[in-house]
């Protein structure tokens, strides 16, 4: 057992939580935001899973049914990616599209994408922390617990098997969650910036530009992960996040200017106004009259 794990994987429940959270304070600050933003693009990400998870149940149950024919089992993973890839794009970044359309309509300058995009890539970020974090209690109550008499004997062995993998990984493996989550929230900023310009610009080209780059992603997550594992896939990911920064600061000349004060508005006419000498005749003038 690696009783490193013990402080590695509460470290990264720590780091994705801190990011998530501290990203949207030091944005909400620096450019003088209210969090409303933040919480819209938080809720559009749970509304885009909540669409897309049963949408590729669905799918994957009529590819196993036969109902929609796989490619030969050689192309069977490149396949998979591509149509993973595919389905989470288009999903994220038209209900992105329509969040900024019709709900956060106000938010079209370069800092309102930012914290729109940080609270996306935050509240998913925080949703895989608590994933890390339920399977961290579970399995350190598995190794407390006698589970002969609770578990039938078939079933025991698998679970016991878990908790060995589990328990005995490299210390680093376990941040490679965090890792990712680091790599990520830049990229989803990214794609909120790109699907933006589709109002900043007024063409729509800029949200099939988001959803090719989200499917990349996507594609290099499920095909690499699976071909040369995790660490070549964070590699390729992390040329991703290095694009999608180069995206942000190249996009961000084409914030719209604040709207200026007319002429009109910005110069009143100075009025002098000279002190009354205080002699009788002037005391008479002032008084009310029947």
């Known amino acids: 057992m690696n009783s490193a794990l013990y402080f590695t994987f509460p470290l990264s429940v720590i780091i994705i939580f801190g990011l998530a959270v501290g ?37 994957n149950q009529l590819f196993r049914n036969d109902v929609l024919l796989l490619p030969p089992e050689q192309y069977q993973l490149i396949f998979s990616a591509v149509i993973a890839g595919l389905s989470a ?21 370069w800092s309102q994408g930012l914290l729109f995009g940080s609270g996306w890539g935050g509240i998913e970020a925080m949703l895989v922390g608590v994933i890390i974090l339920l399977n961290f209690l579970i399995f350190a109550a598995l190794r407390t617990q006698d589970l002969s008499g609770l578990i039938p004997p078939e079933q025991l062995s698998p679970i016991q098997e878990a908790s060995t993998l589990y328990w005995s990984i490299p210390w680093y493996d376990s941040m490679l969650g965090a890792l990712e989550r680091i790599l990520v929230i830049p990229i989803q900023i990214a794609l909120t910036i790109l699907v933006l310009q589709v109002f900043v610009r007024r063409q729509s080209r800029w949200l099939w530009f988001a959803v090719a780059l989200h499917w990349l992603l996507d594609f290099v997550a499920v095909y690499a992960v699976n071909t040369w594992g995790p ?45 009354l000498e205080a002699d009788s ?7 009310y009259t029947d």
């Open 89 to 109: 794009a288009l999903f994220e970044e038209i209900i992105r599209y329509a969040g900024l359309r019709w709900w956060a309509k106000d938010a079209r300058r």
């Open 23 to 59: 990203l949207g304070i030091f944005l909400t600050r620096k450019y003088n935001l209210r969090w409303r933003l933040y919480w819209i693009g938080a809720a559009l990400f749970v509304v885009a899973q909540i669409l897309h998870i049963p949408f590729n149940i669905i799918l």
């Open 281 to 287: 005749e002037n005391v008479e003038k002032t008084r």
């Open 231 to 275: 660490y070549v896939t964070e590699a390729l990911v992390a040329i991703i996040t290095v694009a999608s920064i180069v995206i942000i600061y190249v996009l961000r000349q084409d914030e719209p200017p604040e709207p200026e004060k007319s002429e009109s508005q910005s110069k009143l006419p100075q009025i002098e106004l000279s002190p």
